[in-house]
Nanobody, 124 residues
Framework: QVQLVESGGGLVQAGGSLRLSCAAS????????MAWFRQAPGKEREFVAT????????YYANFVEGRFTISRDNARNTMYLQMNSLKPEDTAVYYC?????????????????WGQGTQVTVSS
């Protein structure tokens, strides 16, 4: 069974940075493509970024606008999201997701495993 645990969230001022981590445990062959999603209060969970096993395939949501970088360290079974130039509208719970297939996808229904989320709050 795959378990995903996010960390690194917190309160930051607009323009600041945070680095989120997603530590994965369980069969590594079940954690090929991985992704970050986020959910703000009263809104649906939305795609942020995704990465395949090798890191050679990356996709970002349009709102990222070059501010975020997704990466992974397979030796450590950890995925990261470096977030810079944060805006108040980035405030949300950020979730880590993983899927057995290695095709990076933006669709949340195609991910097999989810973490519990980490809160990111950006003050103006």
């Amino acid at each position: 069974q795959v378990q995903l645990v996010e960390s690194g969230g917190g309160l930051v001022q607009a323009g600041g940075s945070l680095r989120l981590s997603c530590a994965a445990s369980g069969p590594s062959f079940n954690m090929n493509a991985m992704a970050w999603f986020r959910q703000a209060p009263g809104k649906e969970r939305e795609f942020v970024a995704t990465i395949n096993w090798s890191g050679g395939s990356l996709y970002y949501a349009n709102f990222v606008e070059g501010r975020f970088t997704i990466s992974r360290d397979n030796a450590r079974n950890t995925m990261y999201l470096q977030m810079n130039s944060l805006k108040p509208e980035d405030t949300a719970v950020y979730y880590c997701a993983a899927r057995i297939a290695n095709l990076a996808t933006i669709y949340r229904s195609e991910y097999d495993y989810w973490g519990q989320g980490t809160q990111v709050t950006v003050s103006s």
